[in-house]
């Protein structure tokens, strides 16, 4: 397998699938897909840098993703359906797809939080976001982000 050099990957800040209702959650989120150096396409690996009061995402679930996250480096939050627990340097977790565990991971310290997130990528996806007025679709490369009545943004 060819090395992947890192720094030669772009690093996105921020959430510009996210409307601007819900952009502060993951405005000091710095996300490089490692995945996309090696060109693979059944599967996404993503080094994930936050932010003090930075989150991974909205808290949602995924129909058709499995979702996987590794803490490389620093403390912060897991918030799921059954409530909070703390993940440090080699703490994991896991969320089955299609199981609705509303999950995020936020970063409550003073200090930078580094982890890998691990997701399939499946052809078409339905992201559900509980306590939010926010709904993901993807067909294909068709991507649609919606109300929950299904109305777009």
């Excluded at 699938?17 to 060109?39: D, E, V, W």
């Excluded at 995924?62 to 620093?74: A, S, T, Y």
């Excluded at 897991?78 to 509303?102: H, R, S, Y």
Aim: glycine content about 12%; proline content about 5%.
């Amino acid at each position: 397998m060819p090395k992947i050099d890192v720094s030669k990957l772009e690093t996105r800040k921020g959430s510009a699938m996210y409307p601007a209702a819900f952009q502060h959650i993951c405005a000091g989120r710095h996300k490089t897909p490692l995945s996309n150096g090696a060109g693979l396409t059944q599967f996404g690996v993503n080094m994930t840098r936050l932010e003090p009061g930075a989150s991974t995402s909205v808290r949602h679930w995924h129909e058709n993703e499995d979702e996987f996250v590794f803490i490389l480096m620093g403390e912060c939050v897991l918030i799921e359906n059954a409530g909070e627990t703390i993940l440090g340097p080699g703490d994991c977790a896991g969320f089955k797809a299609g199981v609705a565990n509303g999950h995020a991971i936020i970063n409550r310290s003073q200090s930078d939080v580094v982890l890998l997130e691990v997701g399939t990528r499946a052809p078409s996806e339905r992201a559900h976001y509980p306590g939010y007025d926010l709904k993901f679709e993807r067909d294909g490369t068709a991507v649609r982000v919606l109300h929950r009545d299904g109305t777009p943004y």
